[in-house]
């Protein structure tokens, strides 16, 4: 007897339990999944930066090589100085290089060199006098060769008439650095009644140095030097076995040209120097010698400016969430969104578009850009820092991994349960349409949702579609339980 009421009352136990449950949620579903959606990217392009251009600077240069009849002294150490510089020179500037002999009358231009490192601007007259700039030191020996008698010079205005001569010819060109070489085992002296008058000599020099200067200034040249190699010891000294002159007049203007170079750039290369811009010839170390030249002449650098640039952060991204800064210097400035006057646009795809309109239209980018407006525009040196964040995804449809017992199904977004839809128009439900293979479980947007998302998602599964506020997006979170089906 006890059995048989045992046997009844658990039954009628089990059903007053049962009836305390709804249909779907008592006992343990065969599946449960919890899972969050991705969340969204912020992205960084990181600090890029506008570029320059390096414009080779105008460089002209008046070699005067001492052709006098008392000129012995051509030491192969000067040919191989000579070289060196005409490389440096060839490798860092553009430049025009006249080689003549000291000892001629005004623009004489026997034996008269020139080389450039190109023809821009250059005259029929210039070009039949040019040659290779690796054959001007070779012609070193030819000037030399092309004597002239008497021992009396006339360096500065050898100078200045041939510079004078050679300006149409486009030679000597404005706004150029404008360099005097001259080298002579003599000195420029005013002699009366056969006596050398040092007065005198020094009231020629202020006379020359005036014109150089005028000179300077019509050719409105970026620097003016006159650099002498000439003999530092007076001709009586035993330590001055050839017996060269010393060049009082040479070292002094090459000192007063130098003091008065400021036209306007001012070197510093010789300050620490007695006798600036001018050296012994006897024993200088002729590789170096115009090294102070090449350090003071400035590249031109040109700035680049943009008025287009790239977005070069990971796709897809929000292009409403773009945001743009500025660097200049230390100083960052966020550029405003939209603004057509000094904002930026975004310009979405655009193939090989230019991204600079100065000094010339160039640096073609091919991918999304945005459009720089009035003083958001770039300019060398300064940077740019694009940021954005990858767009809303929204899921249309959800994928269960077995088929399910649909009258089980319990879908939640956010803890919120999702119904299923029982009556047309579907809203803000979901509807079971069975099993899907690779099948893009993105939609465009709650109110596009027929539209395929981007970039897809495939999925394989049971699928359940979901309408209205079911549609989910990044960082929500989907809970799902089901009973597997019993059919086949």
Partial sequence: MQRFIKKVYLPICLALALSS??????????????????????????????????????????????????????????????NNTINKISEQFDYHILMAPLNKLGADMTSTYFASFDTTGLTSNALSIKIPYTSAASKLDEIIRSTAGGSQERGFQRAIDLINA????????????????????????????????????????????IQLLNLRNSLQSEQMRFISLVSHIDESSPTNPYGYKKGYAYIEMSKLIYQDIGHKIKPDDQN????????????????????????????????HKYDYWPVTIPTPFDQNTLKVTKYSGTIATELAAGDNVN????????????????????EPYTGYMIRLHGTARVTFPECVVVEGISPDEYWGYYSLPNNPL?????????????????????????DYIGL?????????????PDQ?????????????????????????????????????
């Fill in 343 to 362: 904002g930026f646009t975004y310009e979405a795809w655009k193939s090989n578009k230019n991204t600079r309109y100065e000094p010339t239209p160039g």
């Fill in 406 to 430: 649909v009258s089980s199904i319990i879908f939640k977004v956010n803890g919120r349960t999702i119904p299923q839809c029982s009556a047309t128009p579907y809203n803000n439900c979901w």
């Fill in 272 to 303: 620490a120097r007695s006798t600036p811009d001018s050296y012994n010839i006897a024993g200088v170390d002729y590789l170096h010698v115009f090294d102070g030249i090449n350090s003071s002449i400035q590249q031109v650098v040109i700035a």
């Fill in 21 to 82: 449950c709804g249909p779907h949620e008592f006992g343990t579903k065969s599946s449960k999944i919890l899972e969050t959606t991705s969340s969204k990217q912020s992205y960084s392009s990181g600090e890029i930066c506008s570029q320059s251009s390096i414009i080779k600077p105008h460089v002209d240069f008046l070699f005067l090589w001492d052709n006098s009849s008392s000129q012995t002294y051509v030491d192969p150490a000067l040919k191989s100085a000579l």
């Fill in 166 to 209: 050679n300006r149409s010819n486009g030679i000597f060109r404005q706004n150029a650095y404008t360099n005097i070489i001259l080298m002579s085992n003599g000195d420029v002296r005013i002699f009366d009644g056969g006596h050398w008058i040092p007065y005198l000599t020094n009231q020629h020099i202020m006379t020359k140095k």
């Fill in 452 to 488: 395929p998302g981007t970039p897809a998602e495939l999925r394989t599964g049971y699928m359940l579609k979901l309408y209205g506020d079911s549609i989910y997006t990044n960082d929500d979170t989907i809970f799902s339980s089901y009973d597997p089906s019993t059919a086949p």
């Fill in 436 to 448: 899907r293979s690779s099948f893009n479980v993105k939609v465009l947007s709650p109110s596009e």
